[in-house]
């Protein structure tokens, strides 16, 4: 699926000339979910879908074996080394990369299956798969998870009891590069630390909400591409404990279908999005991720030229 998602003429037609367009004719922007293993990115991604249905997942490929109780088809669709490579090179991948000792990768009819049906498109995908996302120019909001501390990712990995100390080992080696990501200008929209559950999903849901009402990037939608370092170092957001749950209490996703939509949402700086009313606020934007002297990690100041 190509970017900035064009408006079939059918579409347009029927916009023009019919009643004013609906708001479940609005294309949801997907929602590109990224962070190092084990934060909890499936764990808040399961509550999102289950809470509301106009929410689909994409389902990535990956040469991985399944892990007890996942299912081909619903998890992943596992393959072969093979197989994905012959398919990647035949153009069926969106984007892909090498992660953790695996080829995991996005098709486009995974994407094209969940957009054709509705749905804002969920994607669990790493890093690199991230920037090649915002490299093809998917109409999409990027959202970088965290953990508090990488002693506590270390624990949820362990906790979790699905990898093999070796494969925990890899998981935490490449999670420091990850985190590290959450600075690279342009690439995300918004970065929530997953350290309550419940606060981390409610932020997610109010992001969520921006996807379901087809918007794109973070503060004043300026991260656009992500091309441009100062317009995409401007479009990136921190969401701080509780910001995103304070702005729309109650207005989440699977409360009753009124999320997503756009008309009793406040505006800031020109633009209409729960999540941004009170993220991009000057008083709950906070700044960059970054690591504190005890290994913590927090949202640190911004620079000067990014306090709104
Ligand atoms: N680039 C890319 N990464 C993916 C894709 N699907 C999953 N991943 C990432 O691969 C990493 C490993 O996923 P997984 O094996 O399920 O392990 P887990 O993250 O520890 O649960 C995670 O960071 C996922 O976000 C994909 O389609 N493309
Ligand atoms: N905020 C949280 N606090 C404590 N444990 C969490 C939290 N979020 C997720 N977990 C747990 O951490 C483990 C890893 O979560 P998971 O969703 O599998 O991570 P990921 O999909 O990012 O690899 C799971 O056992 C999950 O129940």
Not at 165 to 175: G, M
Request: proline content about 6%; hydrophobic content about 40%; aromatic content about 4%.
């Amino acid at each position: 699926m190509g970017a900035e998602q064009s408006v079939p003429a059918g579409e347009a037609v029927a916009a023009a000339e019919g009643p004013p367009p609906r708001e479940e004719a609005v294309r949801p922007s997907a929602l590109v979910i990224v962070g190092p293993s084990g934060v909890g990115k499936g764990t808040l991604i399961n509550r999102l879908m289950e809470a509301d249905r106009r929410f689909g997942f994409s389902c990535s490929h990956t040469t991985r074996p399944p892990r007890e109780g996942e299912l081909n088809g619903v998890h992943y669709h596992f393959t072969t080394h093979e197989a994905m490579e012959a398919d990647i090179v035949a153009g069926k991948f969106l984007e892909h990369a090498h992660v953790h000792k695996n080829i995991y990768g996005t098709s486009i009819q995974a994407v094209h299956d969940v957009a054709t049906a509705g749905r804002c498109c969920v994607l669990d995908i790493d890093v690199q798969g991230a920037r090649q996302v915002r490299k093809a120019g998917l109409k999409a909001i990027f959202v970088f998870i965290a953990p508090p501390s990488l002693a506590e990712l270390e624990q949820r990995l362990r906790g979790r009891a699905t990898d093999s100390e070796e494969q925990i080992t890899t998981r935490l080696r490449n999670a420091q590069e990850e985190l590290e990501s959450a600075k690279e200008p342009g690439l995300y929209d918004y970065i929530i630390i997953n350290s309550d559950l419940d606060e981390a999903y409610h932020q997610l849901a109010s992001v969520a909400r921006s996807a379901l009402a087809g918007e794109v990037g973070g503060p004043e939608g300026s991260a656009g591409t992500g091309t441009a370092p100062a317009a995409a170092a401007a479009g990136a957001a921190a969401v701080t404990a509780g910001a995103a749950a304070a702005a729309a209490p109650g207005a989440e996703p699977g409360s009753g279908g009124s999320g997503g939509t756009s008309g009793s949402r406040g505006t800031t700086q020109g633009r209409s999005s729960p999540g941004a009313v009170a993220l991009n606020s000057a008083a709950t934007f906070k700044g960059w991720l970054q690591p504190t002297a005890d290994g913590q990690l927090q949202i640190g100041s911004p620079p000067a030229d990014q306090v709104r």
